[in-house]
């Protein structure tokens, strides 16, 4: 079992950035892929950014390339989420998850281990 625990979810101005911060903990020796994924009220949760563990190789989703960056500390079993120049259309409940994975940005049900979220609230 994996256990990931997110934080960093604020109420931010647009343009505007925000870190947030997972922290993953148990065996995470069935996992090569973890990263951020989110949904935003009446949508589908949808994939955000990623980080394979064994290469480094990050994927991003099209809408934040250029605004969002993700990290990992190895040493400290943590994934990061750089957000940057965030809009209104960023506004949602941000989750972390793990999973194994080929390459790419897996789909939602791709990923097997999820934490309980964070909110991030962006206005005008």
């Known amino acids: 079992q994996v256990q990931l625990v997110e934080s960093g979810g604020e109420s931010v101005q647009a343009g505007g950035s925000l870190r947030l911060s997972c922290v993953a903990s148990?065996?995470?020796?069935?996992?090569?892929?973890i990263g951020w994924y989110r949904q935003a009220p009446g949508k589908e949760r949808e994939g955000v950014a990623v980080?394979?563990?064994?290469?480094?190789?990050?994927y991003y989703a099209d809408s934040v390339k250029g605004r969002f960056t993700i990290s990992e500390d190895n040493a400290k079993n943590t994934v990061d989420l750089q957000m940057s120049t965030l809009k209104p259309e960023d506004s949602a409940m941000y989750y972390c998850?793990?999973?194994?994975?080929?390459?790419?940005?897996?789909?939602?049900?791709?990923?097997?281990?999820w934490g309980q979220g964070t909110q991030v609230t962006v206005s005008e």
């Open positions: 998850a793990a999973g194994f994975y080929s390459h790419g940005l897996p789909i939602a049900s791709r990923m097997d281990y």
């Open positions: 980080i394979y563990t064994g290469g480094g190789a990050t």
């Open positions: 148990g065996n995470t020796d069935n996992t090569n892929v």
